[in-house]
């Protein structure tokens, strides 16, 4: 069972970022609609009801979606400052190629293609979209020892990592473990992280504390240790997040989940529900986590 669903990014103008991730990452669009006012009140966000959206699907055609949503642009919001959901990472097939595709687009590379000492396994880079959503491109080489990770079939692919910006990472592995139903990977690594210490000014050989979490061999959730200079996201009173706003995954036991709903599970349709039950959690931090009946 692969349990991530969805990512949902919040944008200033939605036609303009269809047709990004139309041009740019070969999306194509899947559904179109205005948010439905319970589903608002579910991620406990009631202004957000009404407000435009579309779900993207990737060209290999894999039912992992980017589903865009338009509101308003927070005034002093700033990609990777604040904790929350803080990217998202797509796999490529050649990661050179996605570089080239990129210098000639609106997405601002701010991590060139670079080689990670002790993961020859995977070769990425960054992005920045208009909207200071932060995309990964990443080629997967082969797996790791001890987990899966997914082979593009198109040039640009599929989503398979959520990025979690943590005030405390190990509570909120804990939390994570014991709310969403998932398992800790790796629970502490520490990496070079030059695109977050450009983000606060700090030494770009600094190490940095980051840990992954999984379902059996999958993969699919980073959580960062943030430097104490982040904040709590600004966000519109009764609007979802700016950026990287809603991760949604699947789980094969979703009555084993706890909670604390934000509002009771109800069943629901589309491409990303499919007919089955959906509930959304906040994390220790705020991030709005929706749970998917698998």
């Not at 692969?2 to 070969?26: G, P, Q």
Request: with cysteine; charged share 25%; net charge negative.
């Amino acid at each position: 069972m692969k349990l991530l669903r969805a990512a949902t990014l919040t944008v200033a103008d939605l036609d303009r970022s269809v047709e990004n991730y139309s041009k740019y990452f070969d999306y194509s669009v899947t559904e179109t609609g205005t948010v439905p006012g319970d589903l608002a009140a579910s991620w406990g966000t009631p202004a957000s009801a009404g407000q435009p959206y579309a779900i993207m699907s990737p060209a290999s055609g894999t039912e992992i979606y980017l589903r865009l949503i338009e509101q308003p642009p927070v005034e002093g919001f700033k990609a990777l400052r604040s904790y929350g959901w803080n990217a998202i990472e797509i796999c490529v097939q050649d990661v050179l190629a996605a570089n080239a595709r990129m210098e000639d687009s609106p997405f601002e590379i701010i991590g060139p293609p670079r080689e990670i000492e002790g993961l020859d396994a995977i070769y990425p880079m960054q992005v920045k979209g208009p909207d200071e959503e932060i995309v990964y491109l990443t080629q997967i080489r082969d797996d790791l020892p001890a987990f899966d990770l997914p082979r593009a079939t198109a040039p640009i692919d599929r989503l398979f990592i959520l990025v979690l910006g943590c005030s405390d990472m190990k509570a909120s592995l804990d939390w994570m473990v014991k709310h969403a139903g998932v398992e800790i990977g790796r629970d502490e690594m520490e990496i070079v992280y030059t695109m977050l210490a450009k983000a606060y000014g700090t030494p770009e050989d600094e190490l940095h504390v980051i840990s992954t979490m999984i379902h059996g061999r999958d993969v699919f959730l980073e959580l960062d240790q943030y430097p104490d200079a982040a904040i709590i996201r600004p966000q519109h009173d009764g609007m979802l997040p700016p950026g990287c706003a809603i991760g949604t995954l699947w789980h094969p036991d979703f009555d084993s989940l706890p909670g604390p709903w934000i509002s009771e599970p109800v069943v629901r349709d589309g491409p990303v529900y499919k007919g089955k039950r959906v509930g959304t959690m906040r994390d220790l931090d705020g991030a709005l986590i929706e749970m998917v009946e698998g």
